[in-house]
C-alpha cells in the first residue's frame, strides 16, 4: 500500500515509501504516451505510469500530452478536430524511431485495459480538456472508464487546472486527486494551504519549483508529494534523501538503480 491517507494501491510495491514514477511511460526509451512507452515502464518494474488526457471531437479521452498533433504524429491541426477513428490512423512513433511507427494514440480505455492488474496510473487531466461542466466531462468520462476496469483504487489523477479537482471530488470525494501547482491559481499559499483548499490528498510540482521550504511544510502536515520530471542521478538522489514521495523520471530504471543502490 502506497503511503498517504488516499493514495492509490500499488499493484507490486518493495514496501519502502517511494513510488518510482514513468512519465508518460518509459519515456526516454520509447515515443511518450504509446502502448510502446507504457509496456516498457512495466518491463523496467516502475510502479506507477504517468499519462495525459484530452477529449477527441466525439468526446473520447485519448491519451495525448500535446493539443497539436504536429511534434509527436504525422498530422497536423489539434486533437479535439478528430474523432478516435481518425486519430487511430495517424502515426505516433516514428517522430521517436522509424522503428515505432506502429504506435497510434492510445485512448484511455486501451491504457487502462493494459494496466490493470499490473500497474498504477497517474492520469493527468490536461488543462485544454477542462470546462465548467461536470456532467458529460472529462473528469466524469475519465472517472466511469477507471470504475469500468476496477481501477479506481490505483489510479491517482491530477491536474494543472483546479477545476478538474474540484470535478473529480464533487463526482467522488474518496478518488484520489492530486494537486499540479500553477503559480496563477494558487495564489502564494503553502502547498499545505491549496491542497486543504481544494480536498486533494497529493501535491505534484516540479523539481525547479520545490524548495527547502515547501519540504517542511508537505512533511509537517503529512501530505504526499511527487516532484516531476527528473533524469539526473544527482537529482535524483537529493530527492529521495529530501523525503519526497516518489519522482517522475523517464528513466524508471535509472530511478531504480538509485534509489535502491542509497
Not at 511518450?32 to 509496456?39: G, L, S
Not at 480505455?109 to 493494459?114: G, H, I, P, W, Y
Given at each position: 500500500m502506497a503511503k498517504g491517507p488516499n493514495l492509490p494501491s500499488?499493484?507490486?510495491?518493495?514496501?519502502?515509501?517511494?513510488?518510482?514514477?514513468?512519465?508518460?511511460?518509459a519515456s526516454a526509451y520509447y515515443p511518450?504516451?504509446?502502448?510502446?512507452?507504457?509496456?516498457g515502464a512495466v518491463a523496467m518494474d516502475a510502479e506507477m505510469i504517468e499519462l495525459d488526457v484530452l477529449m477527441s471531437k466525439d468526446g473520447v479521452p485519448v491519451v495525448f500530452h500535446d493539443l497539436a498533433l504536429d511534434d509527436h504524429t504525422n498530422g497536423n491541426g489539434y486533437i479535439p478536430q478528430y474523432t478516435v477513428e481518425k486519430l487511430k490512423k495517424l502515426d505516433a512513433g516514428s517522430w521517436f524511431d522509424k522503428k515505432f511507427a506502429d504506435q497510434r494514440i492510445p485512448t484511455l480505455?486501451?491504457?487502462?485495459?493494459?494496466a490493470s492488474g499490473k500497474i498504477a496510473l497517474n492520469i493527468e487531466i490536461k488543462t485544454e480538456a477542462v470546462s465548467d461542466q461536470v456532467e458529460g466531462g472529462v473528469e466524469q468520462k475519465s472517472l466511469e472508464?477507471?470504475?469500468?476496469?476496477?481501477?479506481?483504487?490505483?489510479v491517482l489523477f491530477s491536474s494543472f487546472d483546479y477545476r478538474a479537482v474540484e470535478h473529480l471530488k464533487q463526482l467522488d470525494p474518496e478518488v484520489s486527486v492530486a494537486l499540479l501547482y500553477n503559480k496563477h491559481q494558487s495564489q502564494r499559499q503553502l502547498p499545505h494551504q491549496q491542497v486543504g483548499k481544494f480536498s486533494a490528498d497529493a501535491f505534484n510540482c516540479s523539481f525547479r519549483q520545490f524548495s527547502k521550504k515547501w519540504s517542511r511544510n508537505l512533511k509537517k502536515h503529512g501530505i504526499?508529494?511527487?516532484?516531476?520530471?527528473?533524469?539526473?542521478?544527482?537529482?535524483?538522489?537529493?530527492?529521495?534523501?529530501?523525503?519526497?514521495?516518489?519522482?517522475?523520471?523517464?528513466?524508471?530504471?535509472?530511478?531504480?538503480?538509485?534509489?535502491?543502490?542509497?
Open positions: 500499488l499493484y507490486f510495491d518493495d514496501g519502502d515509501d517511494f513510488i518510482v514514477i514513468a512519465h508518460r511511460g511518450e504516451n504509446t502502448m510502446a512507452a507504457f509496456e480505455e486501451e491504457v487502462l485495459q493494459f472508464l477507471v470504475k469500468q476496469y476496477g481501477m479506481e483504487k490505483h504526499p508529494h511527487f516532484i516531476y520530471t527528473v533524469n539526473s542521478k544527482r537529482k535524483m538522489k537529493k530527492l529521495i534523501k529530501a523525503g519526497v514521495s516518489g519522482i517522475f523520471t523517464n528513466k524508471p530504471d535509472l530511478l531504480h538503480r538509485v534509489k535502491d543502490n542509497l
